[in-house]
C-alpha cells in the first residue's frame, strides 16, 4: 500500500513524495511512504489538496473496509456514493458456519 499511496499522492499533486525502508524492525522488512504539500492559499494548492487528501484518505479507509472493519466499510460506501469517481472493489465475506463445516471436512 505504501506504493500505491506513494504513486497516487505523486500524481495528484503532492509536492513531494518519499519511498523508504520502514525503519526499526530490519533493512528490507517493511516499506513506508510520505508526502509533503505546500499549501500557499492559491486555488491551485486548494485543488492538488483536494484530489491528494481525497485519495490518501479513501485508500486508508478502503483498506481498513477489506480487513473487515465494519465502519470502514460503510465509510467506503457512502464516500463511493458522494464521489462517483471513486471505484473501490469492497470484500466478500465467507459465512462462518461455511467455513466452520469446510474445515471439518478436511
Known sequence: MAVQNFV??????ATWVALH????????????????LVLDGSEDSHYRATLMLNWDVSNGVARRAW????????????SM???PRLKITLANSADPALVARSIGNL
Open 21 to 36: 525502508n520502514g525503519g526499526g524492525v530490519g533493512w528490507g522488512e517493511v516499506m513506508n511512504g510520505g508526502f509533503g
Open 8 to 13: 497516487g499522492d505523486a500524481f495528484r499533486g
Open 81 to 83: 456514493a458522494e464521489d
Open 67 to 78: 480487513s473487515g472493519n465494519k465502519n470502514a466499510q460503510a465509510t467506503i460506501v457512502s
